[in-house]
């Protein structure tokens, strides 16, 4: 089992920055994709931003420009740094991974979520 833990955000003015971290713990094999989606209430999940363990990045339209995805491999963790927050962007952000044990049976694994609301 690898579960996935995200912290960093809260409460932020327009105009100001976060940076979302996403450590993922437990019996890891080998950890591809990750990445990180948002939502807010009554509206599906959306990509926000994706990063293959081979450095190609993915990002949503939205936030290209604003916020930059980064990984550090060693110690399992994917972190979103966004800046120029805007209110629409406030959502619940949840962290995923594409997890392959040893099995080679690969599973997405998601994060529980962290709020991200942008007022003044």
């Known amino acids: 089992q690898v579960q996935l833990v995200e912290s960093g955000g809260g409460l932020v003015q327009p105009g100001g920055s976060l940076r979302l971290s996403c450590a993922a713990s437990g019996s890891i094999f080998m950890l591809n994709t990750m990445g990180w989606y948002r939502q807010v209430p009554g509206k599906q999940r959306e990509l926000t931003a994706l990063?293959?363990?081979?450095?190609?990045?993915t990002y949503a339209d939205y936030v290209k420009g604003r916020f930059t995805i980064s990984r550090d491999n060693p110690k399992n963790t994917v972190y979103l740094q966004m800046t120029n927050l805007e209110p629409e962007d406030t959502a619940v952000y949840y962290c995923?991974?594409?997890?392959?044990?040893?099995?080679?049976?690969?599973?997405?694994?998601w994060g529980q979520g962290t709020q991200v609301t942008v007022s003044s």
């Open positions: 990063l293959t363990n081979g450095g190609s990045t």
């Open positions: 995923r991974a594409l997890h392959t044990p040893r099995d080679l049976r690969s599973v997405w694994v």
